[in-house]
């Protein structure tokens, strides 16, 4: 029986391995993570992260051939493949801060593998990971001096969190790198094998170790350059009457360009975007290309400029003060479908309303009381400079409050602004929220959920990004 191990029970590795347990039951999966908690939620009814579908696959499989466990050492000493899908932040200090990746805890990951390896081992690198990771992870591996045989692999995963589960039944495609030897194409054929199960032949793509991994980044820039693309359209939209929506449907109908992924908005959060693009300008920077990187930062500059603009607008929407105003955050995490709250971009705009003194009231329904104060304390992004965070206000949160419900966010609040775009959004009774609020009552569309003629109608002032703006 082949035995997979991945070390990193998260957004990734959870989803992933469970997906291969159902899909391969000869093959016996272990979860391992250091974070005890992590694991434990893992073996409960509650697991540790949203994702539709995923309660059914773990139930189907656990203890089955799907297991978690923060016995780590043995679990890996254990495994013929190694899955590596642990976190690989921006780095905080030090040479490369704030934009090439951390890699302490892959570093780490590769260090133990190295130390409690009996046998021979495929190590995949499922992490997202700067170009080259590998060479520097066989350095580590290949000098345990135990004559034991380790092959990298570059296997990038492309999930999207929201449709995580259906992204890893059907995926557009599977990457696998190697090295162009005799073992490390045999390494590439047992985990292709893997995959077989369920991917058709023709969507698992074979490659050199260093354009799978390359692709990753270049994936991710592609998908946020789309974004930033259509939100700086969205700010020509607004001041000439122009409506993003019509034109980005005008725009994707063009083959060439595609329809997927032109939907204007607040800017993109979450964890891979920015962190991914921040490497790959560092990258860049690091060989000396430093047109090809400004062209890259752009990317997140924008995405920075649609948050400020944002909260501008809010502001000077509401005659110029939100002062001691009680303004509705309806949604908080980065997506719908999701309770990760990760880089969303309602953090920073709160921190934005927050630093003019205005009173949240903040609901999700998938994420914490808990989550959302553990993040408006930590992370207040610096409007005079981009990419930088500062500490946290102390009497920031006295001026916000968590609530269970749309309405209760919403009872006498001066203002709403849609952070995330839930299904709940769009079906909410906006007549009755309306009669609720202190009038005049604002509503800030950030994710384009409403319909901004029928609000219109309720008596909202709407704002909706890219959206003519109100007559
Ligand atoms: P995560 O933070 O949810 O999970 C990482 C886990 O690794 C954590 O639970 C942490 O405790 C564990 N860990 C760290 N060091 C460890 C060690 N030495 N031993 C055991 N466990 C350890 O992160 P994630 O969202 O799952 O992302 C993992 C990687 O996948 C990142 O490189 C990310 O860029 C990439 N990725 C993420 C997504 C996504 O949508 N989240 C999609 C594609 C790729």
Redesign the pocket.
């Given at each position: 029986m082949v035995k997979i191990c991945c070390?990193?029970?998260?957004?990734?590795?959870?989803p992933t391995m469970a997906m291969i347990a159902l899909k391969c039951p000869e093959i016996e999966v272990v979860v391992?993570?250091?974070?005890v908690s992590?694991i434990n939620a893992w073996n409960s009814d509650r697991l540790p992260?949203f994702e539709p579908g995923l309660d059914d696959v773990v139930k189907a499989c656990r203890a089955r051939n799907l297991f978690f466990s923060s016995d780590?050492e043995k679990h890996v000493a254990d495994a013929d493949i190694v899955f590596v899908?642990?976190?690989?932040p921006t780095k905080t200090r030090g040479l490369g801060a704030g934009k090439a990746a951390d890699l302490t805890?892959w570093e780490?990951?590769a260090r133990?593998i190295a130390d409690v390896s009996k046998s021979d081992k495929i190590v995949v690198e499922?992490?997202?990971?700067p170009v080259k990771t590998a060479e520097a992870i066989e350095k580590i591996l290949t000098h345990n001096n135990k004559g034991i045989h380790f092959q990298i692999l570059s296997n990038?995963?492309?999930?999207?969190?929201g449709t995580?589960m259906e992204d890893l039944m059907r995926p557009d495609r599977v990457l696998i790198g190697g090295r162009e030897t005799p073992e490390g194409q045999k390494a590439v054929s047992a985990l292709a094998a893997v995959y077989a199960h369920w991917v058709p032949q023709d969507r698992i793509i074979t490659m050199n170790l260093w354009s799978a991994e390359l692709s990753?980044l270049a994936a991710n820039a592609f998908l946020a350059q789309r974004i930033s693309s259509v939100n700086a359209m969205s700010a020509l939209c607004e001041t000439t009457g122009a409506d993003v929506a019509e034109v980005a449907y005008a725009v994707g109908k063009d083959s060439r360009i595609g329809s997927r992924f032109l939907n204007s908005s607040v800017g993109f959060g979450?964890?891979?975007f920015q962190?991914?693009i921040l490497n790959l300008v560092y990258i860049c920077e690091c060989n000396g290309l430093t047109e090809v990187a400004h062209y890259w930062k752009q990317v997140v500059h924008i995405n920075d400029y649609q948050k400020s603009r944002f909260v501008n607008r809010v502001v000077s929407s509401m005659f110029n003060t939100v002062a001691g105003k009680k303004i509705a955050i309806l949604g908080f995490a980065f997506k719908k479908d999701t309770g990760?709250t990760r880089e969303t971009a309602a953090i920073d705009v709160c921190h934005g309303l927050l630093g003019d003194k205005a009173q949240l009231s903040i609901y999700d329904p998938q994420v914490t009381e808990d989550q959302i104060r553990r993040d408006l304390a930590m992370n207040k992004f610096d409007w005079d400079h981009p990419q930088h965070l500062v500490p946290s206000s102390p009497t920031a949160s006295k001026q916000v409050n968590v609530v269970w419900d749309a309405y209760e966010a919403t009872r006498n609040a001066h203002g709403i602004c849609i952070m995330t775009e839930w299904d709940e959004f769009k079906g909410l009774d906006y007549g009755r929220i309306y009669e609720n609020m202190v009038k005049p009552a604002f509503v800030f569309d950030g994710r384009n959920v409403v319909n901004v003629e029928e609000m219109r109608k309720i008596g909202f002032i709407v704002y909706s990004v890219g959206k003519p703006l109100d007559p």
């Amino acid at each position: 029986m082949v035995k997979i191990c991945c070390i990193g029970a998260g957004y990734v590795g959870g989803p992933t391995m469970a997906m291969i347990a159902l899909k391969c039951p000869e093959i016996e999966v272990v979860v391992v993570d250091i974070s005890v908690s992590r694991i434990n939620a893992w073996n409960s009814d509650r697991l540790p992260i949203f994702e539709p579908g995923l309660d059914d696959v773990v139930k189907a499989c656990r203890a089955r051939n799907l297991f978690f466990s923060s016995d780590v050492e043995k679990h890996v000493a254990d495994a013929d493949i190694v899955f590596v899908s642990v976190n690989t932040p921006t780095k905080t200090r030090g040479l490369g801060a704030g934009k090439a990746a951390d890699l302490t805890y892959w570093e780490s990951a590769a260090r133990m593998i190295a130390d409690v390896s009996k046998s021979d081992k495929i190590v995949v690198e499922k992490s997202t990971v700067p170009v080259k990771t590998a060479e520097a992870i066989e350095k580590i591996l290949t000098h345990n001096n135990k004559g034991i045989h380790f092959q990298i692999l570059s296997n990038p995963e492309f999930l999207a969190e929201g449709t995580a589960m259906e992204d890893l039944m059907r995926p557009d495609r599977v990457l696998i790198g190697g090295r162009e030897t005799p073992e490390g194409q045999k390494a590439v054929s047992a985990l292709a094998a893997v995959y077989a199960h369920w991917v058709p032949q023709d969507r698992i793509i074979t490659m050199n170790l260093w354009s799978a991994e390359l692709s990753k980044l270049a994936a991710n820039a592609f998908l946020a350059q789309r974004i930033s693309s259509v939100n700086a359209m969205s700010a020509l939209c607004e001041t000439t009457g122009a409506d993003v929506a019509e034109v980005a449907y005008a725009v994707g109908k063009d083959s060439r360009i595609g329809s997927r992924f032109l939907n204007s908005s607040v800017g993109f959060g979450g964890s891979c975007f920015q962190k991914d693009i921040l490497n790959l300008v560092y990258i860049c920077e690091c060989n000396g290309l430093t047109e090809v990187a400004h062209y890259w930062k752009q990317v997140v500059h924008i995405n920075d400029y649609q948050k400020s603009r944002f909260v501008n607008r809010v502001v000077s929407s509401m005659f110029n003060t939100v002062a001691g105003k009680k303004i509705a955050i309806l949604g908080f995490a980065f997506k719908k479908d999701t309770g990760d709250t990760r880089e969303t971009a309602a953090i920073d705009v709160c921190h934005g309303l927050l630093g003019d003194k205005a009173q949240l009231s903040i609901y999700d329904p998938q994420v914490t009381e808990d989550q959302i104060r553990r993040d408006l304390a930590m992370n207040k992004f610096d409007w005079d400079h981009p990419q930088h965070l500062v500490p946290s206000s102390p009497t920031a949160s006295k001026q916000v409050n968590v609530v269970w419900d749309a309405y209760e966010a919403t009872r006498n609040a001066h203002g709403i602004c849609i952070m995330t775009e839930w299904d709940e959004f769009k079906g909410l009774d906006y007549g009755r929220i309306y009669e609720n609020m202190v009038k005049p009552a604002f509503v800030f569309d950030g994710r384009n959920v409403v319909n901004v003629e029928e609000m219109r109608k309720i008596g909202f002032i709407v704002y909706s990004v890219g959206k003519p703006l109100d007559p």
